[in-house]
Structure formats: C-alpha cells, structure tokens
Nanobody, 116 residues
Framework: QVQLVESGGGLVQPGGSLRLSCAAS????????MGWYRQAPGKQRELVAGITSAGSTNYADSVKGRFTISRDNAKNTGYLQMNSLIPEDTAVYYC??????????WGQGTQVTVSS
C-alpha cells in the first residue's frame, strides 16, 4: 500500500519558481514510473512530466524548457522544479506512481497559483 504526500505548492508571481515534492512510502519506490499531472478548473487532467524507473523523462510541450522532473530514490521522493511560471500554469498538481501493470497511486494534490 503506497502512500504519497505532496508538498511545495503555493502562490507565486509570474516569472517565479516553485519546487513540488512527492514523498512515497515503501521501499519499492525505485521500481515505479512517476508522473506529475495537473488539472485546472473546467479542464481535463493532463500529464505535465514523467520519469521512468530508469530515469528517462518526458514533458508536455507547454512546459518544456521551464519544468524539470527528477527523483531521489534514496529518499523515496520525486520532484517537479517549475521555473518561469506563467498564469496558465495555475492548477492542482498531482503526483502519480505506477509499477508495471499494477494499479497506480495518486497524491492528494497541491495547489499552484501563478498571479500578480
């Protein structure tokens, strides 16, 4: 039973930065693929960035060059570094872990608001 705890969200001005964290319970974290998703009001949830257990990364076109996904397996924690934030980045951000074909696990979500 994997538990995910997210932190790091908040209010930031356009052009600012935030670092989201996703702390996972259990020792199997290094075996999981991990993704960060976001959902804005009235919009569908979308994949922002993903990283495989092997370290391969991918990003949505809207965040390429601004966001960086990473993981620290020794700490059972994943991260999303968000730079050059714009108002369109405003959303609830969720981390997601999945190991093979097993059902995945979602974090509780953390609010990111980009506004002046």
């Amino acid at each position: 039973q994997v538990q995910l705890v997210e932190s790091g969200g908040g209010l930031v001005q356009p052009g600012g930065s935030l670092r989201l964290s996703c702390a996972a319970s259990g020792s199997s974290f290094p075996l999981h693929n991990m993704g960060w998703y976001r959902q804005a009001p009235g919009k569908q949830r979308e994949l922002v960035a993903g990283i495989t257990s092997a370290g391969s990364t991918n990003y949505a076109d809207s965040v390429k060059g601004r966001f960086t996904i990473s993981r620290d397996n020794a700490k059972n924690t994943g991260y999303l570094q968000m730079n050059s934030l714009i108002p369109e980045d405003t959303a609830v951000y969720y981390c997601y872990l999945r190991w093979g074909s097993r059902p995945g696990y979602w974090g509780q979500g953390t609010q990111v608001t980009v506004s002046s």
